[in-house]
């Protein structure tokens, strides 16, 4: 049983940080790569980061780039988001998610991935 569990969201203030986490169990992690997606409310799921699965490659999403860093650790099963210079448009529900195919480069597309935690929620707000 695949499980993604998601930790490190909260709230701070504009301009701060925050680092999430997600730990996975129940499938060969090292194989697959990773995305970090997030939704705010009334709002479409949408792209933050991926990682290949050997963590040679990232992809970030515009909105996000040069502020939020996507990082993995195969050998804890855990792959992060760091993410700095926080702003309130930032605020979401954080998912990660796993890609359906071993092996594969990176993708924006949510059909991609098949398996998602169940979030953690990052408010930016003075």
């Known amino acids: 049983q695949v499980q993604l569990v998601e930790s490190g969201g909260g709230l701070v203030q504009p301009g701060g940080s925050l680092r999430l986490s997600c730990a996975a169990s129940g499938l060969t992690f090292s194989v697959y790569t990773m995305g970090w997606f997030r939704q705010a409310p009334g709002k479409e799921r949408d792209f933050v980061a991926a990682?290949?699965?050997?963590?040679?490659?990232?992809y970030t999403a515009d909105s996000v780039k040069g502020r939020f860093t996507i990082s993995r650790d195969n050998a804890k099963n855990t792959v992060y988001l760091q993410m700095n210079s926080l702003k309130p448009e930032d605020t979401a529900v954080y998912y990660c998610?796993?890609?359906?195919?071993?092996?594969?480069?990176?993708?924006?597309?949510?059909?991609?991935?098949?398996?998602w935690g169940q979030g953690t929620q990052v408010t930016v707000s003075s």
């Open positions: 990682i290949r699965w050997n963590g040679g490659s990232t």
């Open positions: 998610a796993k890609h359906k195919y071993r092996y594969v480069s990176t993708s924006s597309r949510t059909g991609d991935y098949d398996y």
